[in-house]
């Protein structure tokens, strides 16, 4: 599975958009689907190895797997998408695929 560059640019927008200062760091979630708990583990030390906090879950209801990978950063363009490559790559080894990002922003911080 490619990474939709135009989704990236596009998601990364509506944080802005929300209120977040995309030139200040932001927590930011990437996720890692993978096939089963054994290859979210593998995936989890790989990220953890990069940098990224990691934990695996399985979601009860549609009992697939994820690598939640958890890292801070100025979330540039370019940034996010060398790390949903990265990721991508790292997905690909256990036959997963980097499934998107979230975060909470920055625009309540405080600052």
């Known amino acids: 599975m490619a990474i939709d560059h135009a989704a990236t640019k596009e998601a990364l927008e509506r944080i802005r958009e929300d209120g977040s200062d995309l030139e200040r760091p932001l927590s930011m979630d990437f996720f890692v689907a993978v096939p089963d708990e054994r290859s979210g583990l593998a995936v989890a030390a790989r990220v953890e190895a990069m940098g990224f906090e990691a934990s ?24 996010v998408l060398e790390i949903e490559a990265r990721l991508q790559a790292v997905g690909e080894q256990v036959g997963g695929y980097a499934d ?12």
């Open 100 to 111: 998107g990002f979230g975060t909470y922003g920055n625009a309540y911080d405080g600052d």
């Open 56 to 79: 695996v879950e399985e979601d009860p209801e549609t009992r697939t797997w994820t690598c939640y990978c958890t890292m801070t950063l100025v979330p540039t363009l370019e940034a």
